[in-house]
């Protein structure tokens, strides 16, 4: 059984910075693609970010230039580092991980972990 554990949420100023990280146990971490979503109070979750077992990433539109995702697999860990936060990533991100390798990360058969909340706030 996958579990996924998230830490590094917390508040921030706008402007400011924090770095997510998810660390994957019950899998061979290196072999899947892992991502970041988010859902901030009364919206839909969405990708904010992902990266392939090769380290190919994407982003979302709004958070390009400003987040980096990242992988460890000898921690598997893989990392959100947000920067130049604004008070619209407030939300609660969640790590997700497909069940199958050959699947992506925005496919609905996937494990997800508990969420940590991100507050961007003045």
């Known amino acids: 059984q996958v579990q996924l554990a998230e830490s590094g949420g917390g508040w921030v100023q706008p402007g400011g910075s924090l770095r997510l990280s998810c660390v994957a146990s019950?899998?061979?971490?290196?072999?899947?693609?892992m991502g970041w979503y988010r859902q901030a109070p009364g919206k839909q979750r969405e990708l904010v970010a992902g990266?392939?077992?090769?380290?190919?990433?994407n982003y979302a539109d709004s958070v390009k230039g400003r987040f980096t995702i990242s992988r460890d697999n000898a921690k598997n860990t893989v990392y959100l580092q947000m920067n130049s936060l604004k008070p619209d990533d407030t939300a609660v991100y969640y790590c997700k991980m497909p069940r199958a390798t050959f699947i992506s990360i925005q496919n609905s058969y996937a494990y997800w972990g508990q969420g940590t909340q991100v507050t961007v706030s003045s």
């Open positions: 990266i392939t077992s090769s380290g190919s990433t």
């Open positions: 019950g899998s061979i971490f290196s072999n899947y693609a």
